[in-house]
């Protein structure tokens, strides 16, 4: 049975109905319309959101923002998040992760999660990630998406940010929007470039470089990029508050241990080194068709320091006791080929994209206590498993213009989809995972084991008309059916009227359906400290249906935005666009649902759930045992407010100087929160508590401006950047007692400065810096950090993680650039 997902429109909504437009695709194909010739301005040819030829960014139905590849290499840091987070003032990125989580961080747009937005290259889907964000900090729970940072910044031409609700044009994760990444396609010439940079506490040593070159011709080329970059430790903790205890301060062999009391690095950066090759190619065949493909492939060799352990865990091994770490080494792999063409009047494209995440992890420097217990000894390192992620996906899109002698040509575009999914988790090493396992992160069971796969197939129709001069339409559905969710049928309509050169109102409404990812489904790892356990269960394995927690099911949202263009002046476009995003079924990373709870028996079930899912959690030093899934757990409505200003000006003498302003104003409230099973709710605990709902509502700032210039005279450049972030906050349980507090960052002044030089015409050096003033996230609250000390817990962290804009105060750094 098909659902349709087209609910009740509201009085507002029906006014953005009736001055609604884009034209819609599904992974449209970059290669249906012409790549931007430059991009960065509002005179930019877009393709996303589109399958009009020859649109500006000026003339968009829907909010797009460009920006080009000097606004990401000025960002500082050389990768792709960072040139976002400076550019648009909707997208945000994680700043810091625990465990394993700090191998790899998220960004998302619109306060939704990462998994709401939809990761194009050249207009084809990117494959997600094989590893789960676990923590919710911050709202970034269940994060699965594609790893923007395996993407070479060198690589890349442009970006074009589609700030719409995109599910019937895209795919079913495109709620939030669309990030559609172009890659350089200029077959000669090319580009030598380094940077090298640390924070102003002496740590993180960055350094790093990259290279550009084509081949070829106007015919046929070939497009290639190399990136290496290596990022050290860097570590803002304070002293391990466990030594503070009576029986350790009385113990004179601790404060002989190297560092004391500074032993425990949890609390930083983890180390990486990275391998980024890309290439972009494409030849004429004929005058009949043209041939492209595309593809990278990325190394990460990532080293997370774990909590430190004392002497008492193995001392025969460890007798200064010992800091794990946790080790991943990831492979990704991309490739997309196709074909594109006229026949007559028509024009096709037909491609097909596949793409692998491989995450091998290792615990070093570590031990596994049951092994001591049962046999004398422990290896130090292990092997804890590798989780895999593949997707494969073929596209076909159709597209003519019709005269029916309206205003415009009408545009009609139809299409399909097939996409296989594949999510496989191998066990680690026997050592890895005997009894309760190695210390900090037990290898995966063979009940966590396995492989999961599903497909689905799509198709759409558009149609985008000029009825009346000045007004756009655009009309899109898409049917989406998956092996394992059924189908469901989604619609988009917008539209856009230029009153006059200079003004413009513009509209949408959608609706979409998002189906969980397989990662969402089935992921299952255990995190251990020296005083807890953690076990993620899979929601839709048996272990969970032991506590009453029902399989995953797909969200439905409905999006609504009203907006208007102002263009003032050549020079000047302003954009301001209202939305609201309503999610149901919104699936979310629970808070911990306890079995033991400071030495207290809260649920027998949850033990027997840890238990069934082949876990052994017995060991004296365990205070706390807990699990957590993820669910159908809220209906959540974000509203927010953007506004982008773009001005250039001549100074004459003294040079130009582009001006930029964004202003983003975003809000999420949890309007309902499901009811827990009656197993879970028999011990008093919820799928939500109060600390997982403040992630969602309150942990990011709902306000963010971004201000910037950029200054041009002679030789010299300076780049100027102000992001504003309003005050965050999150309600925290510091001792596990039920007494929640918020704790609160306020509003913080970011500021970013690059000053450049050009040698020449062709070698450019310059120096920075991402947070010039050294700014830091408020300390945590005095109460809740004595509730944690008073818990056992080691309390290094003393500032709060969950701010947008990091831990680790300033970034300085210099770079240079070759081009030939």
Do not use: C
């Not at 599903?454 to 049917?479: C, K, M, T, W």
């Not at 993620?536 to 999006?559: F, H, Q």
């Not at 407010?641 to 100074?651: C, K, P, R, W």
């Amino acid at each position: 049975m098909v659902r349709i997902y087209w609910h009740k429109i509201s009085g507002a909504s029906l006014l953005a109905l009736a001055v609604a437009s884009p034209a819609w695709a599904q992974e449209q194909s970059a290669e249906l319309a012409p790549q931007a010739a430059s991009a960065g301005d509002a005179d930019t040819i877009i393709v996303t959101g589109t399958r009009k030829t020859g649109l500006r960014a000026a003339d968009s139905p829907a909010p797009i923002e460009v920006i080009d590849a000097g606004a990401l290499q000025r960002s500082g840091k050389p990768d792709v998040i960072s040139g976002l987070v400076a550019s648009v003032p909707s997208f945000t990125s994680q700043a810091f992760g625990g465990d394993m989580g700090n191998l790899k961080l998220s960004a998302r747009l619109r306060g939704l999660s990462p998994n709401h937005a939809l990761i194009l290259v050249n207009g084809k889907r990117r494959h997600g990630t094989s590893s789960i964000t676990v923590s919710s900090t911050g709202g970034y729970g269940g994060a699965a998406s594609a790893d923007l940072s395996l993407i070479p910044a060198e690589s890349i031409d442009h970006v074009e940010v589609l700030l719409d609700g995109a599910a019937a044009q895209y795919g079913t994760d495109a709620i939030a929007g669309v990030i559609n990444i172009f890659l350089k396609n200029a077959h000669q010439g090319g580009s030598i470039s380094g940077t090298t940079g640390a924070y102003g506490k002496g740590d993180g040593f960055t350094y790093g470089g990259a290279a550009n070159i084509g081949f070829g011709n106007d015919r046929a080329f070939i497009n290639l990029t190399a990136e290496a970059r290596h990022h050290g430790y860097s570590d803002r903790g304070g002293p391990d508050r466990r030594f503070y205890t009576a029986g350790n301060l009385a113990n004179p062999a601790l404060p002989l241990i190297p560092g004391y009391p500074y032993t425990n690095k949890i609390y930083g950066d983890a180390k990486y080194d990275l391998l980024l090759l890309s290439y972009n190619a494409e030849a004429q065949l004929g005058d009949v068709a043209t041939a492209y493909s595309f593809g990278s492939y990325g190394y990460r060799d990532g080293d997370s320091r774990q909590q430190y352990r004392f002497p008492s865990i193995a001392p025969s091994l460890w007798p200064q006791g010992f800091t794990p770490s946790i080790v991943a080494k990831e492979k990704d792999w991309s490739f997309t080929g196709g074909l594109r063409g006229d026949v007559g009047d028509w024009s096709w494209d037909l491609a097909s994209t596949w793409g692998r995440n491989q995450i091998d992890i290792y615990v070093l420097n570590s031990a596994n206590p049951s092994l001591i217990a049962d046999t004398g000894t422990s290896p130090r390192d292990f092997y804890n498993g590798t989780f895999t992620a593949t997707q494969w996906t073929n596209n076909l899109d159709i597209r003519r213009s019709f005269d029916i002698g309206l205003a415009a040509p009408v545009t009609f575009a139809i299409g399909g989809e097939y996409r296989r999914d594949i999510y496989e988790i191998e066990p680690g090493d026997e050592a890895s995972r005997y009894k309760a396992g190695v210390q900090a992160f037990p290898g995966f069971n063979v009940t966590d084991a396995g492989r999961h796969s599903r497909h689905n197939i799509a198709g759409y129709v558009d149609f985008a008309v000029s009825p009346v001069e000045r007004l756009q339409l655009d009309l899109a559905g898409r049917y989406e059916d998956y092996s394992d969710f059924g189908d469901a049928l989604i619609g988009k309509f917008t539209g856009r009227y230029d009153f006059s050169d200079g003004f413009a109102l513009r509209g949408t409404v959608s609706t979409g359906f998002r189906a969980p990812t397989l990662l969402e489904q089935y992921y299952s790892a255990t995190v251990v400290s020296p005083t807890t356990a953690s076990v993620r269960l899979p929601p839709d394995k048996a272990a969970a249906k032991l506590l009453g927690i029902e399989p995953l099911k797909a969200e439905r949202s409905t999006n609504l935005s009203l907006g208007a263009v102002f263009r003032p002046a050549p020079a000047l476009q302003v954009t301001l666009d209202a939305y609201q995003i309503r999610i149901r079924d919104r699936i979310v990373a629970t808070g911990s649902i306890y079995g033991l709870r400071n030495r207290v028996l809260l649920s027998q079930a949850v033990t027997d759930a840890i238990i069934a899912n082949g876990n052994v959690l017995g060991t004296d030093s365990l205070t706390s045992t807990a699990i957590t899934t993820a669910v159908n757990g809220a209906t959540t409505r974000t509203r927010g407010l953007e506004l982008v200003a773009n001005y250039s000006s001549n100074l004459g003498d003294l040079g130009t100087a582009d001006w930029s302003l964004g202003l983003n104003y975003n809000k999420t409230k949890v309007q309902k929160i499901a009811a827990p099973s009656t197993i879970v709710a028999a011990s008093g605990q919820t799928y939500l508590d109060l600390n997982a709902i403040s992630f969602l509502e309150t942990a990011a700032p709902r306000f963010k401006a971004n201000f910037g210039v950029l200054w041009k005279v002679d030789k010299w450049s300076f780049n100027l950047r102000e992001t504003l972030y309003g005050k965050s906050s999150v309600l925290i349980d510091g001792g596990s007692t039920g007494d929640y507090r918020r704790n609160s960052i306020g509003t913080k002044g970011i500021t970013d400065l690059e000053i450049g030089y050009n040698v020449t015409p062709t070698f450019t050096i310059a120096v920075g810096a991402n947070n010039l003033f050294d700014v830091y996230p408020d300390k945590i609250d005095p109460v809740t950090y004595a509730a944690q000390i008073a818990s056992g817990s080691p309390a290094v962290p003393e500032t709060l993680s969950h701010g947008a804009f990091g831990i680790n105060g300033g970034y300085y750094y210099a770079r240079a650039r070759l081009n030939f």
